[in-house]
């Protein structure tokens, strides 16, 4: 069973940087599958926020985030980090890492049902 654990939410000021993990147990998934980072709050979808292939050469970003977060890879330590900046209050969210085997662009992968693997959550609070 692959487990994926992801750290460092929390409660951040407006304006502030979080950075999240995700840790992968198992280094076949992590090699081979594509690793991405949704979020979803109340009353809304969870949506893709974004994602990179496991080569790292295919990487999506939501609108609502491009220019404000990056993701990256650790191929040795089996980890995704995204890296959060200037932070609105829109973006308070429990955040999930996910991992799914891309056969197709991230615009394909935009529903969250055909990913194949999650984290647990993480909450983000971003608050004045």
């Known amino acids: 069973q692959v487990q994926l654990v992801e750290s460092g939410g929390g409660l951040v000021q407006i304006g502030g940087s979080l950075r999240l993990s995700c840790e992968a147990s198992?280094?076949?998934?992590?090699?081979?599958?594509?690793m991405g980072w949704f979020r979803q709050s109340p009353g809304k979808e969870r949506e893709l926020v974004a994602a990179?292939?496991?080569?790292?050469?295919?990487?999506y970003y939501a609108d609502s985030v491009k220019g404000r977060c990056t993701i990256s890879r650790d191929n040795v330590k089996h980890t995704v980090n995204l890296q959060m900046t200037s932070l609105k209050p829109e973006d308070t969210a429990v955040y999930y890492c996910?991992?799914?085997?891309?056969?197709?662009?991230?615009?394909?992968?935009?529903?969250?049902?055909?990913?194949?693997?999650w984290g647990q959550g993480t909450q983000v609070t971003v608050s004045s």
């Open positions: 996910a991992a799914v085997f891309l056969t197709s662009s991230f615009e394909d992968y935009k529903d969250y049902e055909r990913w194949n693997y």
């Open positions: 990179n292939s496991w080569a790292g050469g295919s990487t």
């Open positions: 198992d280094d076949n998934i992590f090699q081979a599958y594509a």
